[in-house]
């Protein structure tokens, strides 16, 4: 439940910190706002509190034109306790109900479907299938504030089939025209800037040197303000950079695709790898407990991400047991040998070009160029096998006819979502726990993942002396559950 004298607090007081946390409901004009809206502060009276944007649309509130809601922070503690709901909600988010049915969707969280719609009607009062479309509808709203993209483009981008459809659910949802929302932006075609916030502190300029290290040239860029780098995702080729605004705690992110079907899940993996949806003053206060008092804490101190968890991975395989900077060369030659052109740029090498090569170019033993092409061929054949059982499917519910088009989507994403079970990783010869781990905290940011066999944790362990009888001394990191992860680069901040 909302405490609403520190709701109030917030609110008069405009703190950034609270942003995300909840949303002010205006009585007296039915809108509701981030408590950063630069408008003048109703009266008390006049003001209720919710913990989401969506139990403000379920209340009948429209969002405010002026501090734009859907551009809030995200806010996991918005979900609740309940473990299927907030999966759920994750996973419609990515958009599950836009390419699959509300029975698959319950099967993939091993619940019925009555069940699943009985969670959103007790937590949130509204269908899945409302909560997808209300989602949808905000993600749009953000487009036509903030680029130029033609209409339909968004209706596409925002997963609605066609541009009536999308009319129609645009006002009915928040009360709004899509024509009233718009504004004149001067992005071309299928270029886009949007504004990305967090809730700080946010240490930009540790984050900044942990990319710029590891910047892959052709692939990356990276300079004191801004990240950048080219990708994947399916059929859709693109690049972004991501200049940090810290004043405003935001990120102005420019965008450039080809194809705009999937840009809702490119922004949710920026977001992944900017680290931009933690609850950053939770996390500390957890691991502040499992640290010794003489330690020298660093606020801010976020998870930087990889696109793909391929990606971490080869990375990872490379860099065994040698020093950041051999790694980071190693990449850099697998990538402008095996990387796709993406006009000036290059594109990181797919699972089917590095398992097909020798790798004669990578002065590395022949044993781990052997565990390369081990975890490429393992995501060919991962994938193959999931377009065998799309292509199966598809000719079962078409009397016959296979459904093309689903079976290129799926090779074109590689079975992603069963390559990614990487206890199936320790099985290909070369790739140990290290390995795994590594990928799995930089590629899916796993939070929870502490790598006490690393030589430079443990170079750090030692310092803070585990052993010390002095509880107040001793770094506990088992303590430090679930946020292994961000105790790891709290460590790693104090190497040299």
């Known amino acids: 439940m909302l405490d609403t004298r520190i709701c109030q607090k917030a609110r008069l007081s405009r ?50 034109l002026r501090c734009r809601p859907d551009s809030a922070p995200h806010s996991p503690a918005w979900k609740g306790v309940n473990a299927t709901l907030d999966r759920a909600m994750r996973l419609i988010d990515e958009g599950a109900l836009q390419s699959h049915s509300l029975v698959q969707l319950a099967e993939r969280l091993g619940i019925s479907d009555r069940y699943l719609r009985q969670l959103f009607n007790q937590h949130l009062g509204m269908s899945p299938k409302r909560y997808s ?37 645009f006002k009915s949802e928040l009360k709004l025209t899509p024509s009233q929302v718009r504004k004149t932006r001067q992005d071309k075609p299928n270029q886009l800037t949007l504004k990305l916030y967090y809730r700080p502190p946010f240490d ?9 290290a590891r910047v892959v040239d052709k692939l990356e860029w990276c300079d004191e303000h801004s990240y950048g780098r080219t990708f994947n995702w399916h059929d859709t080729q693109g690049c972004f950079t991501a200049k940090h605004y810290g004043e405003v705690n935001m990120f102005e992110v420019n965008i450039a695709l080809n194809e705009v079907n999937y840009l809702k899940a490119i922004i949710n993996n920026i ?50 047991q040698i020093s950041v900077t051999a790694a980071r060369n190693l ?37 781990r160029k052997q ?71 930089r590629g899916l940011s796993d939070p929870d993942i502490f790598l006490a066999g690393d030589l430079g944790i443990k170079k750090v362990l030692e310092q803070y002396h585990t052993n010390e009888p002095d509880e107040e001394n001793r770094l506990n990191a088992k303590k430090a559950s679930p946020w292994g992860s961000y105790l790891t680069f709290q460590l790693w901040s104090q190497l040299p």
Not at 340 to 348: D, R, S, T, V
């Open 271 to 320: 977001r992944r790898i900017l680290d931009l949806d933690l609850d950053i003053q939770a996390v500390e206060k957890d691991l502040k407990a499992c640290l010794p008092a003489s330690f020298p804490f660093k606020a801010g101190v976020r998870l930087p991400g990889i696109w793909t968890l391929f990606e971490a991975g080869i990375r990872a395989i490379l860099g065994q």
């Open 331 to 367: 990449v850099i030659t697998l990538v402008s040998e095996l990387g796709e052109p993406y006009g000036k740029h290059l594109l990181f090498p797919s699972p089917q070009a590095i398992a097909d090569s020798e790798l004669a170019f990578l002065k590395i033993p022949g044993s």
């Open 133 to 169: 479309l209300y989602q949808q509808c905000l993600f749009a709203k953000q487009l036509l504030q903030q680029t130029k993209l033609p209409i339909i483009q968004v209706a596409l981008a925002s997963g609605f089939d066609s541009l009536r459809r999308f009319n129609d659910c």
């Open 371 to 441: 565990t390369l092409r081990n975890l490429a061929q393992y995501y060919c054949d991962t994938a193959a096998k999931t377009a065998q059982g799309c292509c199966d499917t598809a000719a079962q519910d078409a009397d016959g006819k296979i459904d093309q088009g689903c079976c290129e989507g799926t090779l074109n994403g590689l079975g992603e979502n069963n390559a990614n079970d990487t206890s199936q990783w320790l099985k290909l010869k070369g790739v140990g726990p290290w390995t795994v781990e590594y990928a799995r905290m």
């Open 15 to 64: 703190d950034p910190r609270f942003d995300g946390q909840f949303f002010t409901a205006v009585k007296t004009t039915g809108i509701y706002c981030r408590n950063i809206c630069p408008a003048s502060p109703p009266k008390e009276e006049n003001v209720q509190y919710f913990s989401s944007a969506i139990e403000c649309a379920t209340a009948g509130f429209r969002p405010c």
């Open 204 to 212: 930009w300029s540790l984050m900044q040197g942990i990319l710029a």
